[in-house]
């Protein structure tokens, strides 16, 4: 599986994956999906949202025992956040299947459309809608850089828009959501655990800044005559640093867009992308807010207008403590698992407040995630989907 899907959206140049919402790596990740199923002898469905669902047993049963990930990915993301946990679901399956057990509750295995906002700038797209928590008004105003919207991408792609939005139905059918995912973070490593369970999800969200200066000759304007939006953004970027370190926090301007973007023009428009994360929404708030201001005034110093538009927030996931003790049970009869937060958003945080979702972590010893860089050893790999077979077993089979 893993080698049947290393291939799509992979670029030759940067080794990592462009896998972005409906396109046609898109499309190639969704039809491996498709193909993966149907070897397994599973029902297919796309709901009215985009995700994918490979169903074992009759969904209308209720009560569905749910696990999978996401196949899409950051620009020259890595390999295995996201595939990692699809792949380990399909192989989970297969070693239930190997093991000789009996389902009780339905089976599904979810490929979630849109999970890193690549695209369109929003993370958890599919996964937001189905739980109601990004309106089909605002879906619509989404947009890619090209100024095509997500309507219009699904279009292209073959998938009616007309329907999309909060599928409660769906959601009521589900009785729990596990989903395994590769450690983004040292942790694991640290300890020497290949397999962890998720305790929380750090409160998190993206905010726009966008300064407006003026557009001029970069060869003939004196310096002192200069509106120069790029000064203030550069010393937004360092502010941002500062107050992370100062509140234990992470803050991160990771895209930029320049106008006109010219070698030799002053920028008219710089706008960047702020991505900040706590462990606590108060020690968020310390962060956002330190920024803003921090930003406000060097925009006054250099004559610069700012608007800060915020554009996605999650709140602190803690995730259901009593699925999250039955994961606890289960995987410590073979050894103590320990218990971590993390920093990163998953489609398990946007369902928690609609149906229990828990999540296993992999060892990833490098640390780095949305990169090429990104690893996990085989050997972890397996132990992981042993561990998510062994919690499915339990859950639907018992």
């Known amino acids: 599986m893993w080698r049947s899907l290393a291939p799509i959206g992979r670029n030759a140049a940067t080794g990592g994956y462009r896998r972005h919402a409906w396109t046609a790596a898109d499309a190639d990740c969704r039809l491996w999906f498709r193909m993966q199923a149907e070897a397994r002898r599973l029902d297919v469905e796309t709901d009215r949202n985009g995700n994918q669902w490979a169903w074992l047993g009759d969904p209308a049963a209720g009560d569905a025992v749910v696990t999978g990930s996401h196949l899409d990915s950051v620009p020259d993301g890595g390999a295995f ?59 619509y105003e989404l947009r ?6 997500l309507p219009q991408a699904m279009e292209a792609a073959g998938h009616d828009p007309s329907a999309i939005g909060a599928d409660p139905e769906r959601l009521a059918r589900i009785g729990a959501f596990v989903e395994l995912h590769v450690e983004q973070g040292r942790a694991l490593d640290l300890s020497g655990n290949p397999v962890g369970i998720a305790s929380a999800i750090w409160p998190h969200g993206r905010w726009r800044y966008d300064f407006a200066g003026e557009a001029n000759h970069a060869g003939t304007t004196r310096l002192v005559d200069r509106r120069d939006p790029m000064l203030t953004y550069a010393e937004t970027v360092l502010t941002a640093r500062r107050e992370a370190e100062l509140a234990g926090a992470v803050a991160t301007f990771g895209k930029i867009a320049v106008e006109p973007n010219g070698v030799n023009a002053i920028p008219s428009m710089v706008r960047g992308w702020l991505d900040a994360r706590a462990a606590d929404q108060g020690a968020l708030d310390k962060v956002v807010t330190g920024i803003e201001a921090e930003a406000r005034a060097h925009a006054e110093r250099h004559g610069i207008d700012l608007t800060v538009v915020q554009e996605s927030f999650t709140p602190v996931v803690d995730f259901s403590h009593a699925l999250r003790d039955e994961l606890s049970r289960i995987l410590g009869t073979t050894g103590k698992v320990p218990v971590l937060g993390t920093g990163a958003g998953h489609d398990a945080g946007i369902l928690s407040e609609s ?39 339990e859950l639907a089979c018992r």
Request: with cysteine; glycine share 10%.
């Open 81 to 139: 956040d996201g595939p990692l946990g699809v792949v380990s679901s399909f192989a989970a399956l297969d070693e239930l299947r190997s093991r000789g057990v009996s389902f009780k509750r339905p089976l599904a295995i979810v490929n979630f459309g849109d999970e890193e906002g690549a695209r369109f700038g929003l993370a958890c797209v599919g996964s937001r809608l189905t739980a109601g928590r990004l309106t089909k008004e605002q879906a």
């Open 144 to 149: 890619d850089a090209d100024g095509t919207s």
């Open 355 to 393: 149906i229990p979702t828990a999540m296993l972590f992999v060892r990833n010893p490098t640390g780095v995630s949305h990169s090429p860089a990104e690893f996990a050893a085989e050997d972890d790999c397996v132990a992981g989907v042993l561990a998510l077979a062994d919690v499915l077993e």
